[in-house]
Each structure stands twice: as structure tokens, then as C-alpha cells.
């Protein structure tokens, strides 16, 4: 299990190739992700399947424990 891709990318969230652009990141660049109160640190890596506006963001694991709703508005600020 520890193999497995979910574990694997438990760090890391997704962008369109669109929104990558429009905030200037790459893949494997450090983001800070805000939820209300709550920020958590994630890397980026960036995916054609993920529609223009959206962040995948992993659930269930202990980088997001303490986010709120899957599907609610988020900040990503690229940190350097």
C-alpha cells in the first residue's frame, strides 16, 4: 500500500496546464493552499486532466487533514 499512487502524491496538487500558466508555476514548485483559516503546503505538478480553474488536491491524507469542504474555493500562493 505504501507503493501505491495515492500514497506516493499525497503531497503533491494538481493544475490544469492553463492555470499553472496564469500563476506562473511549474511542476514541483511549492505552493502554500488557503482554506478559510486553514493553509497547507503542497507541491505542484501539473496534469491535462484537470479542467481549466480547478486544484486537485488529495484528500483523506495528512497534508489536507484539517481543509474543509473537497469542493470549496482555495488561494494558491507559490512559495519561493
Known sequence: LQ?????VNAGVASLSPQ???QLELNSGDKVNIKQ???AC???VAISTQI????????????ASNEMGAC??????ERLI
Open 19 to 21: 492555470l499553472a500558466s
Open 3 to 7: 507503493k501505491t499512487s495515492e500514497v
Open 71 to 76: 469542493y470549496s474555493s482555495v488561494e494558491l
Open 36 to 38: 478559510g483559516d486553514v
Open 51 to 62: 479542467p481549466p480553474t480547478c486544484v486537485s488536491i488529495p484528500g483523506g491524507v495528512v
Open 41 to 43: 503546503v503542497f507541491e
